[in-house]
């Protein structure tokens, strides 16, 4: 397959593209694409013929900021009246052999639309590429995936599970606890599983730990730290949610965010402030180079325009900042489905 499909909210295709563009040449490859502003997917072409497969197999998806799935595919297919199932199934021969197949849609209204179709053609899709023998168990951690644009058009493609997401649309949907704080709590308990590995979880995101939320009112993040038992310093001049404070887990500290000092040296680090992403990432790379925090987790949020170079910008400073140091790190970041004109980033020192 010669193109990479990328799923992205709406309204971040030029970022999603400069991405991926930019990533593909540091690896090689060379391509291009045209966004389609609020589509919700994004396609970079390039000139091998499986220059999709192999970029993608390339690439590392909490290292993809705006990519909330990547698969590789060829060209749309359009299909005649009636004859979907045949044509994928056509297309389907040049594919490797999967273990499941999805068929999705971009998250828009206007693709939404397009779910009744999609509930008409499973059954017949799915038994067509069972009988075919496309879909085998042994072909572990390979997926196809259809992902319709119109009733008569969709791409064709597959997913390995060295990158990507495991959630429809690329979407993890999470329910809001009814003691939540503020909405924006769905924002870590999402950055939490998506760069907290399950297997890691007990090491790093453990009861007894500290940690200080910077800009924490009404205290959303505080909240998710403390029913895992954490000890936290909430900072912030607003008042937090009484239930919260109730605990005994929060300290609250009503002071500047980019003053503050902590007592302790702590686990956790989080910060959520309305900032310019540039002045978050230099007080991130502070706390992590102090030593004052062995993780840190927050937001650069994104007014501008041109966000891939904001983030960038804000990712090599602080690269910049530990390698200096000769601190050894792991970084990963992702525009989270809970996260809007925001991207989420993840910092742990090894
Ligand atoms: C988006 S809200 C945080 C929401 C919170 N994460 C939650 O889940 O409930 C941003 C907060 O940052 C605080 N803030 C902004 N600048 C700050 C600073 N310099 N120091 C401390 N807090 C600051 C604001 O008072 C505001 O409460």
């Known amino acids: 397959m010669k193109n990479v499909l990328i799923y992205c909210r709406a309204g971040f ?4 593209l400069a991405e991926i563009t930019d990533k593909a040449a540091e690896l090689g ?8 502003d609020q589509q919700g997917f994004v ?32 060209d749309v297919i359009d299909f005649e009246k009636g004859g ?36 008409k053609i499973e059954k017949p899709l799915r038994e067509g590429w069972k009988k075919s023998g496309l879909i085998r168990k042994k072909a572990v951690g390979v997926r196809h995936h ?48 998506q760069f907290v590995p399950q297997k890691t979880r007990e090491r790093d995101l453990h009861e ?19 029913v895992r038992g954490i000890h936290t310093y909430a900072v912030d001049n607003g008042p937090m949610q009484k239930e919260l404070m109730n605990t005994g887990l929060v300290s609250h500290m009503t002071e500047d965010g980019f003053k ?30 102090e030593g004052w925090t062995q993780r840190a987790i927050f937001n650069l949020k994104l007014p501008m325009k041109k966000r891939y170079q904001e983030v960038d910008q804000c990712l090599q400073l602080i690269a910049g900042q530990l390698s200096q140091k000769g601190l050894r790190y792991d970084m990963q970041y992702k525009h989270l489905y809970h996260d809007r004109e925001e991207v989420t980033v993840c910092i742990m020192i090894r």
Request: charged share 25%; aromatic share 10%.
């Open 208 to 226: 007894g730990m500290h940690a200080v939320d910077l800009g924490a009112a009404p205290g959303g993040w505080t909240y998710q730290f403390v």
């Open 13 to 16: 295709e030029r970022d999603a």
């Open 260 to 289: 503050f000092k902590p007592p302790v040296k702590v686990d956790w680090l989080v910060c959520d402030m309305v900032e310019r992403p540039i002045l978050v990432a230099e007080l991130m790379a502070k706390w992590l180079s």
């Open 43 to 74: 396609v970079y072409h390039t000139n091998d013929e499986d220059g999709g497969e192999k970029l993608i197999q390339s690439l590392s998806f909490n290292h993809l900021i705006f990519a909330r799935q990547i698969i590789a595919v060829n």
């Open 29 to 36: 490859f060379y391509g291009y694409g045209k966004p389609s």
């Open 146 to 193: 259809v992902f319709f644009m119109e009733g008569d058009q969709a791409y064709l493609g597959v997913s390995y599970a060295s990158c990507r997401s495991e959630f429809p649309l690329g979407i993890r949907r999470l329910r809001f606890p009814a003691k939540g704080p503020s909405r924006s709590t769905l924002k870590l308990e999402e950055a939490l599983l």
């Open 84 to 119: 979907r199932v045949q044509a994928l199934l056509e297309a389907a021969r040049s594919l490797p052999l999967a273990e499941d197949i999805w068929l999705e849609t971009a998250d828009t209204n206007e693709a939404k639309a397009l779910a009744g179709l999609i509930k």
